[in-house]
T-cell receptor, first 114, second 113 residues
Framework: ETGVTQSPTHLIKTRGQQVTLRCSSQ?????VSWYQQALGQGPQFIFQ???????GRGNFPPRFSGLQFPNYSSELNVNALELDDSALYLC?????????????FGPGTRLTVL | RKEVEQDPGPFNVPEGATVAFNCTYS??????FFWYRQDCRKEPKLLMS???SGNEDGRFTAQLNRASQYISLLIRDSKLSDSATYLC??????????????FGRGTQLTVWP
């Protein structure tokens, strides 16, 4: 096991609703990245947080936002849900120098938007 | 154009077969490459890093050709437990996208008895 946990494991929402997904990093890891994996595709980078600051963002609209807390746990918030937001959401934690450090993935949250 | 392109397969091979996966990348600034393995409905897990000099780990061999922007993974003596999706991954190690992983769509492998 990687030591990275995510909650909830599954979630069903309807269009227009808001959702918050949570990630608890591996102990000592201060960098967290979030990825979206649609069915049949590879994960796509959403954004990254380092020591509570956003440290890079992929091609996702502003309704995707995040937070990292002092204990390095993290949240991904998605507002105004759309059908295409249905996907597996993965967080990955790493230790400090993320240019060289391995990113460890959590088990993911499977979001279904109806 | 996607940063990392790979054949989605599926590849269906018998136990004991040798199978090769290939992928190409478009961003020449990419510095590091990896193969990840993803089991059905699970998270991706790092299989191995890829180096220009080649990297071997048991039955698995990975190779990087920077001139051709081409990455390969060879699996020898396939086992049933090798059945999974194999993701080709690049990482930019400079600039504002530092540390961001770029995934291919994955190649599905099924090993049958």
């Amino acid at each position: 096991e990687t030591g990275v946990t995510q909650s909830p494991t599954h979630l069903i929402k309807t269009r227009g609703q808001q959702v918050t997904l949570r990630c608890s990093s591996q102990s000592g890891h201060n960098t967290v990245s979030w990825y979206q994996q649609a069915l049949g595709q590879g994960p796509q980078f959403i954004f990254q947080y380092y020591r509570e600051e956003e440290n890079g963002r992929g091609n996702f609209p502003p309704r995707f936002s995040g937070l990292q807390f002092p204990n390095y746990s993290s949240e991904l918030n998605v507002n105004a849900l759309e059908l295409d937001d249905s996907a597996l959401y993965l967080c990955a934690s790493s230790l400090g120098d993320i240019s060289t450090d391995t990113q460890y993935f959590g088990p993911g949250t499977r979001l279904t938007v109806l | 154009r996607k940063e990392v392109e790979q054949d989605p397969g599926p590849f269906n091979v018998p136990e004991g077969a040798t199978v090769a996966f290939n992928c190409t990348y478009s961003n020449s600034a990419s510095q590091s490459f990896f193969w990840y393995r993803q089991d059905c409905r699970k998270e991706p897990k790092l299989l191995m890093s890829v180096y220009s000099s080649g990297n071997e780990d048991g039955r698995f061999t990975a190779q990087l050709n920077r001139a051709s922007q081409y990455i390969s993974l060879l699996i020898r003596d396939s086992k049933l437990s090798d059945s999974a999706t194999y993701l080709c991954v690049g990482r930019l190690d400079r600039g504002s996208t530092l540390g961001r992983l770029y995934f291919g769509r994955g190649t599905q492998l099924t090993v049958w008895p």
